[in-house]
């Protein structure tokens, strides 16, 4: 039997021998998959900061436009409490955050796992904001935290980690993040995956990008 079975039919975009993208509502999506039938969970949600960008100068550029759900406090709420609910016992959770909304995140996420981390991502550049009274961002967190006790795959590293951000006409999203930091967060395991994202658009880029191997 195929590892796939045990995994919703509805709503798949693309798949591979490997994996599953899925296009739609992460929560009725993932309402459908087993108790503790996932090995591992990597996640960029809405940081709930009704985020877009001001400093393009076409102001009817995508980006100029507040991310999906990025005020919508219920669904981190039932996300965190679903993800719980799949993940296997001592496993990790990685988790995209801001610092602005670091208090709601870390509050919900201990309702269930275990904080054991607030991983520090450096980037190389800063966001512009307040030029003359406040100090330019140039960090995003990574709440890590632990369902039981997941043991390293290697050696122990530090809580802070420097990676260029992706910008220019490579980015494709308003918070993309670098391929180099989800795969120093995968370690190079070799395993089955499963992708779920809200927008079509996306999906499909993802699917180019797997399909040129990127």
């Known amino acids: 039997m195929s590892w796939k079975n045990i995994f919703p039919e509805?709503?798949?975009?693309f798949e591979t021998e490997n994996g599953i993208l899925y296009c739609?509502?992460?929560?009725?999506?993932?309402?459908?998959?087993?108790?503790?039938?996932?090995?591992?969970?990597?996640?960029?949600?809405?940081?709930?900061?009704?985020?877009?960008?001001?400093?393009?100068?076409?102001?009817?550029?995508?980006?100029?436009?507040?991310?999906?759900?990025?005020?919508?406090?219920?669904?981190?709420?039932?996300?965190?409490?679903?993800?719980?609910?799949?993940?296997?016992n001592n496993k990790a959770f990685y988790c995209f955050t801001s610092w602005k909304t670091?208090?709601?995140?870390?509050?919900?996420?201990?309702?269930?796992?275990?904080?054991?981390?607030?991983?520090?991502?450096?980037?190389?550049?800063?966001?512009?904001?307040?030029?003359?009274a406040q100090y330019g961002q140039q960090y995003e967190i990574i709440m890590y935290a632990n369902k039981g006790r997941a043991f390293f795959n290697g050696r122990r590293d530090a809580d802070v980690w420097s990676f260029n951000r992706v910008n220019g006409k490579k980015q494709k999203h308003q918070n993309e993040k670098p391929l180099e930091l989800i795969e120093y967060i995968l370690k190079n395991i070799q395993m089955k995956w499963i992708g779920i994202e809200l927008e079509e658009k996306y999906c499909e880029i993802t699917k180019e990008r797997i399909l040129k191997g990127e």
């Open 24 to 88: 739609g509502d992460c929560l009725n999506i993932m309402k459908h998959f087993l108790k503790e039938s996932i090995d591992l969970i990597v996640t960029d949600p809405p940081y709930l900061i009704n985020y877009k960008t001001n400093h393009r100068k076409n102001k009817n550029h995508q980006f100029c436009k507040p991310i999906k759900n990025d005020d919508n406090y219920k669904l981190i709420t039932e996300f965190i409490k679903y993800s719980y609910a799949i993940l296997k």
């Open 10 to 13: 509805e709503n798949r975009y």
């Open 102 to 132: 670091i208090d709601f995140f870390k509050q919900e996420i201990e309702k269930y796992y275990k904080l054991k981390n607030q991983i520090i991502w450096v980037k190389n550049n800063w966001t512009a904001g307040d030029l003359k």
